[in-house]
C-alpha cells in the first residue's frame, strides 16, 4: 500500500505529517510512500531529504490523493481534499469527529475510512501515539515563551547593584500535559509559579515541578473522566472555582490557561472583572482560544491589549515550532499506522483497543459509538 503526505493546506498549519525517519520506517514495514512537493518546507525538511530516504516526491496535491491507499495528515482535510481522495482510502489525522460532524459525513459520502488521532485511548502501549500530548508538550513550552517575551520584565529574580528585582509571578490553570510544561518552563526561566487544576490528583506532579498547587475546597467529588481529562463542573462549584482563582490572577504577571474539556466549548476562568484588577503590562496566554478561550476577553485567532493586559489567543501555537513539533506528530502517528498493519497492509483487528478508539469510519459506514452519538443530536439541531 502507498502511503501519502499532502502538505498542508489550513491556514497558519505548518507541520508536516512524516519526516525522512518515519519514511525510512514505512519502507522498511514494507509501504511505498509519496510526499507531495514541499510538503515539509516550514519544517525545514526539502523535497531531496524525503528523497534520499526512500520517498517519491509528487508535484500537486491531486496526484498524491490519487495514487495513495493511505493519507496521513495533521489537520482535517478540506473539502476539495475530501475529493480527490480515491473511494477506499484511509485517512488519518487530527478529525475531532465529536465537534466536526459536517467532515464526518463529508468522508462518509466518499465511503472513505478515518482514523481521528486525537482519540486515541490513554492506555500504557498508545503512549507512543498520543499526539494530543506530543503537540500539548509543544504549546506549553511555546506558551511560557511567547508570556515572557511579551511582559517586559524580567522573569528571575536578579540582585544587582542598582537593586533587586523580584522575579515575575505565573499562574498556570490546568495541569495537564500542557500546563505542567509551562510550568517547567516558567521554573526554568526562574519565575515563581502557581497552577490550579480541579482534579486533586495532580497536586503531586505540579509540586514535584517546584510550583505551588491552590487547593480549591469544590463540592464535586468526581472531577476527571475515564480517560483522566477534567469533567465539567456543577454551577456551585464552578462559582467557588472562580472566585479563588480571581484572587490569584490579579497579582499575578504571567497567566496561562490550558482548561479544556472534550467535545465542549472551554470553560470561562477569568472574567472581565479578574482582567480588569490585573497589573498593567501584565499578559494572559489562552491555550484554549480555538475552543472559544478561558478568558472572557480572549479573541480567538489574535494578540490584543484588553484593559492594559495583553491577552495572546493565538491559533495552532504547536505550529510556531514546525520542525519539532513534526518529529513528534510524526512518529505519533508512524506508531498508529505500524501498530494496525502488517507487511505494508492495514489489518484491522476490531477488538483491539487502539482501533475502537481512533477508527471512525469503515468504508464509509460510521462505527464508532460517540460519533454516532454526536450525529444524532447535529440532526436534532
Known sequence: MKVGIPKETQEHERRVAATPETVKKFIGAGFSVAVQSSAGEYAHISDAEF??????????????????????????????????????????????PLVQTDTVLKLSNRKLTAFAIDLIPRIARA???????????????????????????????????????????????????????AIATARRLGAVV????????????????????????????????????????????????????????????????????????????????????????????????EAGGNCALTKPGEEVIQLGVKIIGRFNVPSLLAGESSRLYARNIMHLVLE????????????????????????GEIVHPQVKGALGKAEVK
Open 340 to 363: 494496525i498493519s502488517k507487511g505494508g497492509k492495514l489489518e484491522l483487528k476490531r477488538e483491539d483497543e487502539v482501533v475502537q478508539g481512533t477508527l471512525i469510519l469503515s468504508n
Open 127 to 181: 503512549q507512543k501515539m498520543d499526539a494530543l500530548s506530543s503537540q500539548s508538550n509543544v504549546a506549553g513550552y511555546k506558551a511560557v515563551l511567547m508570556a515572557a517575551d511579551a511582559l517586559g520584565k524580567f522573569m528571575p529574580l536578579l540582585m544587582t547593584a542598582a537593586g533587586t528585582i523580584s522575579p515575575a509571578k505565573v499562574l498556570v490553570i490546568g495541569a495537564g500535559v500542557a500546563g505542567l510544561q
Open 194 to 289: 502557581e497552577a490550579f487544576d480541579t482534579r486533586p490528583v495532580v497536586k503531586e506532579q505540579v509540586e514535584s515541578l517546584g510550583a505551588r498547587f491552590i487547593e480549591i475546597p469544590l463540592a464535586d467529588k468526581n472531577t476527571e473522566d475515564p480517560s483522566g481529562y477534567a469533567k465539567e463542573l456543577s454551577k456551585e462549584s464552578h462559582e467557588v472555582e472562580l472566585r479563588v482563582i480571581g484572587e490569584h490572577v490579579k497579582v499575578s504577571d504571567i497567566v496561562i490557561t490550558t482548561a479544556l474539556i472534550p467535545g465542549k466549548r472551554a470553560p470561562l476562568l477569568i472574567t472581565e472583572e479578574m482582567v480588569q484588577h490585573m497589573k498593567k503590562g501584565s499578559v494572559i496566554v489562552d491555550l484554549a482560544a
Open 51 to 96: 528523497q534520499t530516504s526512500g520517498a517519491e516526491i509528487v508535484t500537486s496535491a491531486q496526484a498524491l490523493f490519487g495514487v495513495s491507499d493511505i493519507i496521513l495528515k495533521v489537520q482535517r482535510p478540506s473539502n476539495l481534499e475530501i475529493a480527490l481522495m480515491k473511494e477506499g482510502a484511509t485517512l488519518i489525522s487530527f478529525l475531532y
